[in-house]
């Protein structure tokens, strides 16, 4: 399977994001991706609620998903829409939610991210997502022509239990769409991933917001980029820099197996009790 990650540095306005997205998804697929994977937070990076409630869409009106819908049907590819911000419906706070597109445009799964980015990076760097957003509360698998996908978005990342479960489900890529922290991008983006990929015998798929975002009312933000592919054996196979752009990356799914069969650490885990 050939893989493309977009990586994209979004502003606070969905209409100016959305045509960018398209253009680099389009040239994806010129170069014969088949599945083109995006960030999270594809249609808008902002802080302000209020700016949010203005520009943000349920699912069935948004328009970035019903483009990027029509895009897949149109190109013939699979597209892993890292995550929309969206109004949620059945919540006062919005939702993160993970698409992943079929070649006939069709939505095949949904995943809405489960944990929540509720840190405080430095004295002066807070951050409280649950206050605005409402966390998911299921795993869910994507199931392709070429692979199963096991879904998450970004802060899930530290959470490795999400990942075994998608591993001993079935999944054989895993999706990790990121807006990571800058600070935290630099310290530990890297190492994670790798080690997603390592302990799961996974390959690993995640598209990366970059840059300086600029913010409606409010401070920018900063996002680390370093769009990552990893292979099951934890071996970096592209990295997407510190620029929007897209990164090729051929995918030999029969590495999974092979790993697997020599290293059957998904395998073996054994109940215990605790301390």
């Known amino acids: 399977m050939k893989a ?3 990586q994209l540095s979004v ?7 959305l045509p960018v997205t398209i253009d680099f998804i389009r040239d994806a697929a010129s170069k014969g991706a088949q599945l083109i994977a ?4 594809t249609n808008l990076i902002s802080s302000d609620r209020a700016h949010q409630n203005a520009v943000l869409q349920h699912e069935h009106h948004d328009p970035t998903l019903e483009a990027l819908c029509n895009e897949a049907e149109r190109l013939g590819v699979y597209i892993l829409i890292g995550s929309l911000c969206l109004k949620s419906g059945d919540d006062a706070r919005f939702a993160n939610r993970s698409f992943l597109i079929g070649r006939k445009g069709n939505i095949k799964a949904r995943y809405d991210k489960i944990h929540m980015f509720d840190v405080d990076v430095s004295e002066t760097e807070r951050y409280r997502e649950s206050e605005a957003y409402r966390p998911g509360r299921e ?8 692979a ?9 990342l530290r959470f490795p239990h999400l990942y075994r479960t998608l591993a001993q489900a079935g999944a054989q890529v895993l999706t990790i769409p990121a807006a990571f922290n800058d600070t935290t991008g630099a310290a530990h983006w890297e190492v994670l991933v790798r080690a997603r990929a390592i302990e799961n015998t996974c390959f ?5 917001q970059c840059g300086t975002h600029a913010a409606h009312g409010g401070r920018p933000r900063r996002t680390w980029g370093h769009s990552l592919a990893v292979d099951p054996w934890g071996k970096v196979l592209a990295d997407g820099g510190t620029e929007p752009g897209v990164t090729l990356v051929d995918l030999d799914l029969d590495q999974v197996d092979a790993v697997r069969s020599r290293l ?3 395998f073996h885990d054994r109940s215990f009790d605790g301390p």
């Not at 995006?38 to 937070?41: D, F, G, K, R, S």
């Not at 690993?204 to 990366?208: E, I």
């Open 11 to 17: 502003t606070d306005d969905p209409a100016r994001n």
């Open 4 to 6: 493309a990650l977009v």
């Open 139 to 146: 795993a869910v698998l994507g199931a392709t022509k070429y």
């Open 38 to 41: 995006t960030p999270e937070c």
């Open 264 to 266: 059957r650490s998904l």
């Open 148 to 156: 199963q996908l096991g879904l998450s978005v970004c802060y899930d």
């Open 204 to 208: 690993v798929l995640a598209p990366a």
